[in-house]
Each structure stands twice: as structure tokens, then as C-alpha cells.
């Protein structure tokens, strides 16, 4: 099933995916959750959902799409996920994951701006997909982990990279305002692949291919990164696990190409759907 969040005249809420349309599941249920962040940490939240969609009206426009995941307890992002990113980067390919976090105040909506600092020029897209922990998990084996995810989602992680490489963490060119887009909704993992292997991610800009590359290129798989973060940490549901980009960023081109205010982004995976943002300069 797919999800979206929305913000509809000062209410918000979510709408499932019908044959007809969107199901404002809100409308149908008062005391179900506006994020899926809170929405996946209940016990019984498909069957709450299923009940709800049973009575829910149509979702009517307008609305504004708000990322599916806006309240997480956590984002841990992965760096050089993928062999031919690692290439073109100036690091060797690792052997462990490299871990960063990321800031609940960064999330972006679907069709939303994403924003271009005025402190920097170099503004970089990094198509990826996004995982969303659906139960708590610590210490679990990668035979286990999939157990663990409540569903996907898709991210545009918009990097600065002067500030990345200001300094051996990685943190502060990750986290400026406006800059991650998340959506344009959830979909449960029973929808896809286990793990969302095989799936084509595809990121372009101004509707030329940028990135394109298959989920099963990851040098560490969904099950793999989350049984490696439990054993550091305690995931919560809600929490967003994004995974790493493929080749094809504007930082690996030569010389570089960054975006530009009026710049059209997207990135599309596979049987999750496009998620789609304008940059917008910051006054």
C-alpha cells in the first residue's frame, strides 16, 4: 500500500491509495496519526488503516504533499553505498558503512523547494532510497533485519559539499534547511522486493539522466546496514534509514556541475514512485 502525507486548509493527515483516488484516512479516523513516523510505531497500524480506508471519502485538492516522514526519532544516512559513487569520490571503498546523521528540521515535502543556501554554490542531488523502520530493533542479525522495515520511501539527499569537506565529518554540508526531500510517499514493504532489491533508481535534472543504477548495486544491503546501526544503536519505529547514491552526482563531474535556482530535480524509484523538487534560492 501506498501512503501519503498531506496538509490540506491547516489540517493534516494521511491518505491511502485507492482504485478511485487518494482515501483520507483522517476523515475517517480522527485519532489515527498525521505522520508515519507515529503511524508505523502503533501495534496494529495496518489493521487501523485498513479500517479507516473501509469509511474514508476521497482526499480532495488542493493539498500539500508533506514528506511521509516527518517526525523520526532518527536519520542515519550511508555514504560510497555504491561502488561506481565510491569511483568517483575522493575516498577508497570501505569496508564498513559510513554512517552520518541527519536533522528531522532538513525534511522536505514532494514538490516542495528544496533550498540552495546562499552561503555556498556548490549544491549537489544524491538520489537514494530511504528505509522506515517499522519496529524497535537492537542487536539484530542480517537474517532478521528485513523483519524490522516497515517500508520505503524515496530521498533527493541535497549535499553542500564545501561545507562536506570542510571538515572529516560530514555532518554540517548534510543538514542545511530545505535540503531533504523526502517522498512523495510511503509504501509498505509487503508492495516491494524483499529489501527493495532490483529496483531502478534514476535521478535527473531538468529531465536529463543523471543517476541510474539498480538497488541490488548497494556495497551494504538494507538487512545488512540495519543489523550493523543495532549494534551501535537502538532503532525506533519511524526512524529513517537512507541508504546511499549511485555515480552521476554534480561533485564527480568534471569540473563540477551544481544546481541552480529553477533547476527541476527528480528521483524515481521503481515501483515507489518520483519524487520531484524545484530549487529555490534562500534569500
Known amino acids: 500500500m501506498d501512503i501519503l502525507s498531506f496538509l490540506q486548509n491547516g489540517r493534516s493527515g494521511l491518505a491511502l491509495r485507492g482504485k478511485a483516488g487518494w482515501l483520507d484516512l483522517s ?24 479500517g479507516a480506508a473501509a469509511a474514508a471519502p476521497l482526499l480532495e ?11 523520526p526519532q532518527k536519520i542515519l544516512c ?12 575522493p575516498y577508497k571503498q570501505p569496508d564498513y558503512p559510513t554512517f552520518f546523521p ?37 542487536h539484530v542479525t542480517v537474517d532478521d ?26 555532518t554540517m554540508g548534510k543538514n542545511f534547511d530545505g535540503t531533504g526531500a523526502c517522498g512523495p510517499w510511503f509504501t509498505t514493504a509487503d508492495a ?12 535527473r535534472i531538468n529531465g536529463t539522466v543523471k543517476q541510474q543504477a539498480s538497488t541490488s548495486d548497494m556495497l551494504f544491503d538494507v538487512a545488512t546496514l540495519i543489523s550493523l546501526a543495532s549494534e551501535v544503536l537502538t532503532l525506533a519505529p519511524g526512524d529513517l534509514l537512507v541508504t546511499g547514491t549511485p555515480a552521476g552526482v554534480g561533485f564527480g563531474m568534471k569540473p563540477p556541475v551544481y544546481l541552480k535556482p529553477g533547476d527541476v530535480c527528480e528521483v524515481e524509484i521503481e515501483r515507489i514512485g518520483i519524487l520531484r523538487n524545484v530549487v529555490k534560492q534562500e534569500f
Not at 146 to 154: D, F, N, S
Not at 164 to 170: L, T, Y
Not at 192 to 203: D, E, K, V
Request: aromatic share 10%; hydrophobic share 40%; glycine share 6%.
Open 78 to 89: 550511508v555514504g560510497l553505498n555504491y561502488l561506481d559513487h565510491v569511483a568517483e569520490s
Open 102 to 138: 541527519r536533522f528531522a528540521s532538513t525534511l522536505i515535502g514532494h514538490e516542495a523547494a528544496l533550498i540552495k543556501p546562499r552561503s555556498s554554490d556548490d549544491f549537489d542531488y544524491e538520489g537514494e532510497l530511504a528505509v522506515v523502520i517499522g519496529r524497535k530493533a537492537r
Open 61 to 71: 485538492e488542493p493539498y500539500e504533499w508533506l514528506s511521509p516522514v516527518r517526525r
Open 27 to 50: 476523515r475517517a479516523d480522527s485519532d489515527l496519526p498525521d505522520d508515519v513516523a507515529a503511524l508505523v510505531a502503533l501495534p496494529d497500524w495496518q489493521s487501523r488503516v485498513e
Open 145 to 170: 533485519a528485513l523483519e524490522y522495515v516497515a517500508g520505503y520511501t524515496v530521498f533527493n539527499e541535497a549535499s553542500v559539499r564545501d561545507y562536506q569537506f570542510k571538515s572529516p565529518q560530514w
Open 192 to 203: 516491494l522486493p524483499a529489501g527493495a532489491r532490483g529496483l531502478m533508481l534514476t535521478t
